[in-house]
C-alpha cells in the first residue's frame, strides 16, 4: 500500500511532509492534511455561523443586517426565518421566505441555528 499523498491544487504525486504541512514539489502549494480531511468530513453540509449543520425545514436567525438590494431598509439582525429550504449549488445557499421582502436567498455565514 502506497503512502503517497495527492496534492488538492494540482493532483501531483510528488509532495514532501514539511513541520507538520505538506509541500507540493510541482505547485508548491501548502496544505495541513488534518484541516484537509476535516474539509473532506464536512463537504456536502452547510453550516451555519457557529459551524452547526443545517437541514431543509430549520428555522435560523440572521446574525448582521444584511442590506437588500431594491429595498429602503436592510434585514434587521435578529430576524428569525422559518422554514428554509437549501440549495447547494449556490453561493447563497439559503432559499427562504422573509415577512416584509419576500423570497430570497441567503448565505449560511450570516445566520445561526434556532
Not at 7 to 35: A, I, L, R
Not at 89 to 111: P, Q, R, T, W, Y
Amino acid at each position: 500500500m502506497s503512502d503517497t499523498v495527492l496534492c488538492p491544487k494540482c493532483g501531483s504525486e510528488f509532495t514532501y511532509p514539511s513541520d507538520n504541512m505538506m509541500v507540493c514539489s510541482q505547485c508548491f502549494h501548502e496544505w495541513n492534511p488534518e484541516e484537509a480531511a476535516a474539509e473532506a468530513a464536512n463537504a456536502g453540509k452547510i453550516l451555519d455561523s457557529n459551524g452547526n449543520e443545517l437541514q431543509d425545514g430549520d428555522s435560523v436567525v440572521v446574525i448582521k443586517d444584511l442590506p437588500v438590494k431594491g429595498a429602503p431598509k436592510p434585514v434587521k439582525a435578529g430576524t428569525k426565518v422559518k422554514n428554509i429550504r437549501l440549495n447547494f449549488n449556490s453561493d447563497h445557499n439559503i432559499d427562504c421566505k422573509i415577512d416584509g421582502f419576500g423570497s430570497m436567498a441567503l448565505k449560511s455565514e450570516f445566520v445561526k441555528k434556532a
